[in-house]
Antibody
Framework: QVQLAESGGGVVQPGESLRLSCEAS????????MYWVRQVPGKGLEWVAT????????NYADSVRGRFTISRDNAEKSVFLQMIALRAEDSAIYYC????????WGQGILVSVSA | NFILTQPHSVSESPGKTITISCTGS????????VQWYQQRPGSAPNTVIY?????PYGVPDRFSGSIDRSSNSASLTISGLRTEDEADYYC?????????FGGGTKLTVL
């Protein structure tokens, strides 16, 4: 079955960096765009970034553009989110997701940015 | 930018039918597929409807999705409401390389 497993979250101070990883299995990974979505506990879902099937095209929410970089490794069936210059407002649960066709989500990973 | 608007909350009694709307701000909502997600507290979102009206294996047929081009909106209908349906529900669509989510609707079954 389809599985998405995030890792790399944690507690950091403002201005620091963090790299999230998501390992996928159970589907033809290289055939799908992949996404990062975040959610502040108790709030709604917020799209963060998209990477195309081959990694050649990326899109970012205005709130993270210039600070976050999404990438993928199709050989390793993994997608990454490099986050720099983190702010308190970046604190959230980060989900890795395959959204086209039937959507699948990872279990989420907590990122907390606090002094 | 394309925006999806949902009611903040809805409530209904067990056994009844509820419909949650998701209205597009502009353009044609039917241009891209709409997905619906159920999210219970402390859990990741779970797909209940994909590609406007398709139900994943394992989701009961009490859940259905539709598109109304005249009102530029999508709808999620849940019939025979059960207490376990109580959750937050989000619609989602695509806008170029962007993903657009509705603000979410809290369903209370009382």
């Amino acid at each position: 079955q389809v599985q998405l497993a995030e890792s790399g979250g944690g507690v950091v101070q403002p201005g620091e960096s963090l790299r999230l990883s998501c390992e996928a299995s159970g589907f033809s990974f290289a055939s799908y765009d992949m996404y990062w979505v975040r959610q502040v506990p108790g709030k709604g879902l917020e799209w963060v970034a998209t990477v195309s099937e081959d990694g050649g095209n990326t899109n970012y929410a205005d709130s993270v553009r210039g600070r976050f970089t999404i990438s993928r490794d199709n050989a390793e069936k993994s997608v990454f989110l490099q986050m720099i210059a983190l702010r308190a407002e970046d604190s959230a649960i980060y989900y890795c997701a395959k959204l086209a066709d039937r959507a699948y989500w990872g279990q989420g990973i907590l990122v907390s940015v606090s002094a | 930018n394309f925006i999806l608007t949902q009611p903040h909350s809805v409530s209904e009694s067990p056994g009844k039918t509820i419909t949650i709307s998701c209205t597009g701000s502009s353009g044609n909502i039917a241009r891209n597929y709409v997905q619906w997600y159920q999210q219970r507290p402390g859990s990741a979102p779970n797909t209940v409807i994909y590609d406007d009206n398709q139900r994943p294996y394992g989701v009961p047929d009490r859940f259905s999705g539709s598109i109304d081009r005249s009102s530029n909106s999508a709808s999620l209908t849940i019939s025979g409401l059960r207490t376990e349906d109580e959750a937050d529900y989000y619609c989602q669509s695509f806008d170029g390389g962007r993903i657009v989510f509705g603000g979410g609707t809290k369903l209370t079954v009382l």
